[in-house]
């Protein structure tokens, strides 16, 4: 295990910012903590990174302990990486000295083959002797890369490092990064708000909310499986649903019967759901299908056209709100009422509370 | 030819006429805002242009004498100080910032604000102190002498050491400040990207924080340099023979504005090369800016390192600022009963008139720049507004000649010509009056009152004017409603920092004032020269709490 948190605790003053975390990365993976802002995740890197002491807990690297109430080893004798938000170039320095800064140690020919192999990797042999300022965002963001995998460290922490680029920069950068990352073989943990870029970097993610970890999974898992009301709010969209257990593996709602092992969706506190027990069902967008030669109905309340398909926003009959992904050559106007249809192959249900 | 010409001139004039159809078309006919920046940079020009003129001048006697004499020793002077203000000003300067900004130790919260009351003792107030404390006949010598005998030595104060500590410890603010600034907004981003990169604290402040703040301790470096240059009062207390000096006597000693401005010329020379380095400084902190973020722990002190930092920042307190404000009480009450007659009222008066018309002057000038820029953002406007705020830079011995030399001849011109053509005798219409003076302090305070109205100003921006046009409210209404309640601290602030400079100022004041226009720095300069010190406290006290206004000002405003 390259990466161990157990139960680490961190306080600013009275408020308690990060309570009882634990999480194991392996070498070579790459982790996410996701989560709104002020959740805690970015306490979460700085005490990895030895930046912040923990007040409980413990922090062990390759299964030496560096963070506890006993023990703080200091930042620079971590081998911990660092990308920061706004990348921290040094400004009086070149792109070529940036990049060379952690290799202060490095006979002179070995720093230079080594900057130059990651001017390379980050494509940016042709602005090696320019300044921080003459840069654009993007470019920033990769020398910023560039000198915190110079040195080789065991661990490399990113934190939100696409926040302040644009849009599509962010998109390919992530892409780019993670090829990067998984080329090296680096194992990494990347701080962020925005899902997209979790699930564009991530092997396994972790959502946090008020200092804790909701759920540590895979995109796919979190999606799908959300543990708890947070995690299925958090990601994704979705409306939650009133229904009723009919038995262990089928649930009714108002547009029909879902089929699934239910109770093991029941969190939190594993409660087994009987016969009778009424649970608050997720239904994402693509859970509802729009079908012409449905007999069920639904008033069209708003649209949003996304290109590919357009995201309704339907009144059910009962007068409770459902989100639908359509096709967007099926255009209809708003208060029309149009056929819809369910087709969900799992289901995600709460104790209603 | 001749066709060619006047087919040239034909299409010129449609050009033009099209131009001025464009130009009223947009109802923006060519305004008197285009010229202004213009006239303004003319008028520093011109004593820069007498001043260099006179490089080329044939050589006078006085001149070629004073060329064997003693330009090389001025010149010498003048690099032995400029090295040691240098580097004294840079040594305890940043050390002083880097304890107080990054460390923590006793009194640091008392001393990070205190290190700038130095800033409100003109230098030449501390010389004529230390001069009465410390010199052969002062009471610390005397009792040395009494107490080790009359052989024993004691380091020589009217020496160059002597000068170059009194400067260190009256410029050393200005680095300290700068710097201190750098290290603050620095904040504690870098130095974790040091320590991510596996350097701790103490190769960080080297490798990347003292490197990172180097353009503003240059700066500050410069500023103090440039002061170190134009300072007339203090060398002239030591009589430690400089350009400024040199100036002075060439013009009241020998009666030669010739070889003052020639001697002018030199120094001129020697403020453009280092306006030129100051400018390239300028654009590196441009550059160089970092992004706030949040503030390091301090590094805490202990033992002998803490014991240190007290002793150098309580130290450097005491001989920069209580130590001469003491001694300033002490002579000025002795001598209060005899000095605090009308006289003294009367060089009051004459000061509060003079900083005020200055204040009121340069702030005008400075808000008709302000809006022309504003009306004209090109690069020619820009350039003469640089121009125009040049003469911060000029030492105030240098501007006396170089105003005083044109407007003279006009006024002598003026007189012959009413003379000849009216036969009427006009008299000095220009030399008797403020006018010299008052220019002078235009030139020399333009830049000092222009920064803070500029920056208030730039806070007013064109969506603010468009959004008050489509409210309803432009032209005076806008100047008063909008505008003028958002320019008013900073105009304020122009104003109190020019009227302190104004209080302060020694050689403009000292050489193109109308007869019996004496003030506190005058009366200063002549109690001194007598080494009549204690008589020189009473004005100078009144310079110092004029000189608090300022700092108060900038506490104020960095608390916010």
């Known amino acids: 295990m390259l990466l161990e948190l157990k139960n680490i605790q961190q306080a600013y003053g009275q408020q308690l910012v990060v309570n009882n975390l634990s999480l194991r990365l392996e070498k070579g993976q790459i982790g996410c903590l996701l989560g709104p802002s002020g959740c805690g995740k970015t306490s979460v890197l700085r005490c990895i990174a030895g930046f912040e002491p923990v007040i409980a807990g413990e922090i062990l690297l390759s299964g030496t302990t560096v963070s506890s109430d006993s023990v703080f080893l200091p930042p620079e004798q971590r081998r911990i990486g660092m990308v920061f938000q706004d990348y921290a170039l040094f400004p009086h320095l070149t792109v070529i000295n940036n990049i060379g800064f952690g290799l202060h140690q490095l006979p002179k020919n070995d720093r230079a083959s080594r900057v130059n192999e990651l001017l390379g990797t980050v494509g940016l042999s042709d602005a090696a002797n320019k300044y921080p300022h003459e840069l654009s965002g993007g470019q920033q963001q990769r020398v910023a890369l560039a000198r915190a995998l110079a040195p080789r460290p065991d661990l490399l922490l990113l934190d939100e490092p696409f926040s302040n680029l644009d849009v599509s920069l962010r998109e390919r950068l992530s892409l780019e990064v993670r090829e990067i990352l998984k080329n090296q073989n680096t194992t990494a943990i990347l701080v962020t708000h925005d899902q997209n870029e979790a699930f564009a970097i991530a092997d396994e993610i972790g959502v946090m909310h008020r200092g804790e970890i909701q759920q540590w999974d895979s995109a796919y898992n979190l999606y799908h499986r959300p543990a708890n009301r947070f995690v299925a709010n958090f990601i994704g969209q979705g409306v939650f649903l009133p229904g009723q257990v009919l038995d262990p593996k089928r649930v009714e709602i108002e547009l029909g019967v879902l089929t699934a092992d239910i109770p093991h969706q029941c969190s939190p506190a594993d409660q087994i759901c009987g016969k009778g027990c009424r649970v608050d069902v997720l239904l994402r967008p693509d859970d509802i299908v729009h079908d012409d030669s449905s007999l069920l109905q639904a008033t069209v309340l708003h649209k949003a056209f996304r290109g590919a398909d357009i995201l309704y926003t339907l009144s059910l009959p009962s007068g409770t709100s459902a989100l639908s992904l359509v096709p967007s050559h099926h255009n209809h106007a708003i208060g029309e009422k149009i056929g819809i249809r369910l087709e969900a192959d799992h289901v995600v249900a709460f104790p209603s509370s | ?560």
């Open chain 2, 1 to 560: 030819m001749k066709v060619e010409t006047l087919s040239i001139a034909a299409r010129n004039g449609n050009k033009l006429t099209s131009l001025s159809r464009y130009l009223s078309s947009n109802h923006r006919p060519v305004s008197v805002w285009r010229l202004i920046p213009f006239l303004v940079a003319a008028l520093v020009l011109i004593p820069i242009g007498t001043i260099l003129s006179s490089f080329f001048a044939p050589t006078s006697d006085i001149w070629q004498h004073l060329v064997e004499t003693t330009l090389l020793s001025l010149l010498i002077n003048t690099f032995w100080l400029a090295l040691g203000v240098v580097s004294g000003t840079t040594l305890l300067g940043v050390s002083l910032a880097w304890l107080t900004a990054v460390c923590e130790f006793p009194g640091r919260k008392l001393f990070s604000w205190a290190l700038l009351l130095p800033l409100a003792v003109p230098a030449y107030v501390t010389a004529f102190v230390v001069l009465g404390l410390f010199d052969f006949t002062g009471p610390v010598q005397s009792a040395f002498h009494s107490w080790l005998g009359p052989d024993a030595w004691f380091p020589e104060v009217r020496g160059r050491m002597g000068v170059i500590t009194v400067m260190v410890l009256a410029f050393y603010p200005y680095v300290y400040l700068l710097a201190r600034n750098a290290f603050l907004t620095q904040g504690k981003r870098s130095l974790e990207a040091s320590q991510s990169l596996g350097l701790n604290r103490t190769q960080g402040f080297f490798r990347v924080a003292l490197p990172m703040a180097r353009p503003w301790i240059a700066g500050g470096v410069m500023l103090a340099l440039m002061e170190t240059l134009a300072d007339f009062g203090t060398v002239a207390v030591f009589n430690y023979d400089t350009f400024t000096t040199a100036i002075y006597k060439a013009w009241f000693g020998m009666f030669s504005l010739a070889a003052a401005s020639q001697l002018a010329s030199l120094l001129l020379v020697i403020i453009f090369a280092l306006i030129v380095v100051e400018q390239q400084i300028r654009i590196r902190m441009r550059y160089a800016e970092v992004k706030q973020s949040a503030r390091a722990d301090r590094i805490a002190l202990s033992g002998w390192r803490s014991a240190t930092a007290t002793a150098l920042a309580s130290g450097t307190l005491f001989f920069a600022f209580l130590l001469p404000i003491g001694q300033l009480v002490i002579w000025a009450a002795n001598s209060l009963v005899q000095d605090l007659d009308s006289r003294y009222l009367g060089f009051l008066w004459h000061s509060l008139l003079l900083s005020t018309l200055a204040a009121l002057l340069t702030c005008t000038v400075a808000l008709l720049l302000v809006y022309a820029t504003r009306r004209h953002p090109d690069a020619a406007t820009r350039n003469a507004v640089r121009i125009a705020t040049l003469g911060y830079a000029l030492p105030g011995t240098v501007l006396a000649v170089g105003m005083f030399v044109p407007l003279a001849s006009l006024d002598n011109w003026i007189g012959e010509v009413t003379l000849q053509l009216f036969q009427i005798e006009t008299g000095l219409m220009i030399q008797g009056t403020l006018a010299i003076m008052l220019l002078a302090y235009l030139t020399r305070f333009l830049a000092v009152s222009h920064s803070p109205i500029d920056s208030a100003m730039q806070r007013i921006t064109s969506s603010i004017d468009e959004a008050s046009m489509s409210m309803g409210i432009n032209g005076w209404m806008m100047l008063r409603r909008v505008h003028l309640p958002i320019l008013k601290s900073g105009i304020f602030t122009a104003g109190a920092l020019v009227f302190v400079d104004v209080m302060k100022e020694m050689p403009i004041t000292l050489m193109t004032r109308p007869f019996g226009w004496d003030t506190l720095s005058v009366r200063i300069f002549e109690m001194t020269s007598e080494g009549a010190w204690e008589q020189a406290a009473l004005p100078a006290v009144a310079l110092v709490i004029s000189g608090l206004i300022p700092i108060i000002l900038f506490m104020r405003q960095t608390e916010k």
